[in-house]
């Protein structure tokens, strides 16, 4: 089967770092995205990871290992801002298809505090 | 700014009604993603449309159904309502057959009384 999983909520303190993990079990993985989502907004894209290793975009840095089913995303330097929800989602391509479905954890709601 | 565009932002509807949502892809994407989220949960895969056709779909009746146009702008239709209908409607668009990052618009938010 397919299955995502997430820590549901964390907290951190504002200036800190703070490490998102995920971990998945699906079947034609082609990629692993985060997203951030603001309540009530659309998922914003943050990094992709398709190859083992490190991905670095300024503050956000996004790591995957595919033997381990294994990413987190890491955020440097918390801003107040930088409270979201953040959406691990692993895109899944169908056998004899090249239907790129995204599959989605529940997120992990951060709260960022001064 | 995805430059991804949905309507209407919000909508009321009643049990057994129908609704149509829209969406306006990224200038250039012809593919069109669309994904069903409750409250407090992640985005779930209804279908995809690449090039007008239906490509590919999650576990969703056939209630729900979809039209892309030839400006690769696309309607997802719910029939039948249910409560559980209740939830934020997302669209993503992205370039060639879904294989690429999907940029996701604002949402419509549906609530079924």
């Known amino acids: 089967g397919q299955n995502i999983d997430q820590p549901t909520e964390m907290t951190a303190t504002e200036g800190a770092i703070v490490q998102i993990n995920c971990t998945y079990q699906?079947?034609?993985?082609?990629?692993l995205f985060w997203y951030q989502q603001h309540a009530g907004e659309a998922p914003t894209f943050l990094s992709y990871?398709?190859?083992?290793g490190l991905e670095e975009k300024g503050r956000f840095s996004s790591f995957l290992s595919r033997s381990k089913g294994y990413s987190y995303l890491l955020l440097k330097e918390l801003q107040m801002k930088d409270s979201a929800s953040y959406l691990c989602?692993?895109?899944?391509?169908?056998?004899?298809?090249?239907?790129?479905?995204?599959?989605f954890g529940q997120g992990t709601t951060l709260q960022v505090k001064p | 700014e995805t430059g991804v565009t949905q309507s209407p932002t919000h909508l009321i509807k009643t049990r057994g009604q129908q609704v149509t949502l829209r969406c306006s892809s990224q200038s250039g994407h012809n593919t069109v993603s669309w994904y069903q989220q409750a409250l407090g949960q992640g985005p779930q895969f209804i279908f995809q449309y690449y090039r007008e056709e239906e490509n590919g779909r999650g576990n969703f009746p056939p209630r729900f159904s979809g039209l892309q146009f030839p400006n690769y702008s696309s309607e997802l239709n719910v029939n039948a309502l249910e409560l559980d209908d209740s939830a934020l409607y997302l669209c993503?668009?992205?370039?060639?057959?879904?294989?690429?990052?999907?940029?996701f618009g604002p949402g419509t938010r549906l609530l079924v009384l």
């Open positions: 993503a668009s992205s370039l060639h057959s879904g294989k690429e990052t999907q940029y």
């Open positions: 699906t079947s034609g993985f082609n990629g």
């Open positions: 989602a692993v895109r899944a391509l169908s056998e004899g298809s090249n239907t790129g479905k995204l599959i």
């Open positions: 990871n398709v190859l083992d």
